[in-house]
């Protein structure tokens, strides 16, 4: 089994969180300790190409940020450091280098720090309802331009939103990527690079109920939970963000 996290922005303190998804440093930092010493520390990307990387025991686990804000270099990183552990960045191209966001020079020393800078699309645009061209612009185009930096090595994708189907699948195995994170609930016990699952922290999740989240105990009774969850979502996704 191979434990996925997903994050999004970073706030110094509980008073700056603005959005749902928004956790403070002092929350990512107990996150990662109690990850490490319950899952061990971060697999190789790649570790997805070895079908049998995800059978029996648990593995490893895989910490992912999604938006690419510039909050990732300045909080989480150094926390990662800190705990010996390294983090996997989904960036958006046409974003990078604009206010609030991380620039191409931190991108490129992530990576040569050992982290992992891949793709969250070119615009952060939800990919499940573009038609074929578009789709395969906003695949293509991201990896094109992460590989003429030197990043996106592993060739993975995370959908934005994690909005995805059997064309996105498609389209993104079509465009070059290996691998594409999810934000399917589960646990990976059956490895799938192009469908993997992961667990979402936010506002909600991030305190005391972290712990028992990134547990495999009950787990087909959080998967029943979340799937309801994930698919209010993909067919009501107004009516599913007014009830967060």
Known sequence: MILVLTYHRIVENAGAIEGFFDITANELDAHLATAKQTWGGCVPLQSLHQNNSAAGK?????????????????????????????????????????????SWTQCKELVARGHAVESHSHDHVLLNGLAGDELHRQLTESRRRLKDAGLGRGDLLAPPGGYWNDSVT???????????????????????????????????????????????????????????????????????RHLR
């Open 170 to 240: 498609e389209a993104a195995k079509n465009s070059g990527y290996f691998a594409l994170r999810t934000l399917e609930w589960g646990y990976n016990r059956n490895l799938a690079p192009l469908r993997l699952q992961s667990i979402t922290v936010n506002r909600k999740t991030a305190g005391k109920w972290f712990e028992p989240l990134i547990s495999p105990r009950f787990e087909t009774a959080k998967q029943f939970f979340y799937g309801a969850k994930e698919t209010l979502k993909q067919r009501l996704p107004g009516f599913y």
């Open 58 to 102: 648990r593995a490893g686990l895989l910490v992912t940020f999604d938006d690419g804000t510039a909050d990732h270099y300045l909080r989480a990183t150094p926390l990662l450091e800190h705990h010996g552990l390294t983090g996997v960045f989904f960036v958006n191209t046409a974003t990078l280098g604009a206010s609030d966001y991380l």
